[in-house]
């Protein structure tokens, strides 16, 4: 299903807008949800929900942007965050690493997972959003740096699970809150073997943040 019937199933944009936004696309070159948002005709979180449906896979709301791990920025090689608008912002409690990014596509969940060089849970938010976040974590300065080449991941079992992440609402004391986010069917591209092999969905387990000591 397209992201914009999605919207317009869960009346989270009039069709007006909608059709004003499909019809300035081209020339603007934008994307249609970033369009929408940016004309105030579209709540961010609203944008990053129809996304998740679309893709099947976790939502990343403001609130989980805006209490995200910076530490965990340096994870990703700046080369590879910035072509494929890819930011991490929190772990599991297993220990995998939550990114969002921009297009959620098997390539580049591969390319991800490869540099990273251990489990990654794919999410995804309104590109408007995260092209600011990207732009402003991986300065054009360090772009040159040359992604890694090794740390594949193979034969990791991955709990992709899609419903409420927990981030900390206190940073300084690393206090978890539950969050209220929409349930999702667990991303297909999850079952390559380089990320790991499928399993059950109910709900995205909490995302913790360790204490840096």
Same mark, same amino acid.
């Given at each position: 299903m397209r992201v914009g019937e999605i919207l317009l199933e869960h009346n989270w944009v009039d069709e007006w807008a909608l059709a004003r936004a499909l019809r300035d696309q081209p020339r603007l070159g934008e994307r249609l949800c970033s369009i929408l948002v940016e004309r &105030?005709?579209?709540d961010p979180d609203h944008a990053a929900l129809a996304l998740a449906e679309q893709h099947e *896979?976790? =939502? *990343?709301l403001q609130r989980h942007l805006d209490n995200r791990d910076p530490a965990l920025a340096r994870l990703l090689p700046p080369a590879i =965050? !910035? $072509?494929? *608008?890819?930011?991490?912002i929190g772990r599991l409690p297993n220990g995998d690493l939550v990114v969002c990014v921009r297009d959620p596509s098997p390539d580049a969940t591969r390319t991800i997972a490869n540099a990273i060089g251990s489990p990654v849970v794919i999410a995804v938010a309104a590109a408007c959003q995260l092209e600011q976040l990207v732009d402003g974590t991986y300065p054009e300065a360090v772009f040159a740096q040359a992604p890694? /080449?090794? &740390?594949?991941v193979e034969g990791v079992d991955i709990d992709m699970n899609t419903g409420p992440i927990t981030m900390p609402s206190d940073? $300084? $004391?690393? /206090?978890l809150v539950d969050l209220d986010d929409k349930s999702v069917a667990r991303d297909p591209t999850q079952t390559d073997p380089l990320i790991g !092999? !499928?399993?059950n969905v109910s709900s995205l387990p909490p995302l913790t943040k360790k204490s840096r000591g």
């Open positions: &105030g005709q579209l *896979v976790a =939502a *990343v =965050a !910035r $072509a494929h *608008v890819a930011l991490p890694p /080449t090794d &740390g594949v940073l $300084a $004391a690393f /206090t !092999r !499928r399993s």
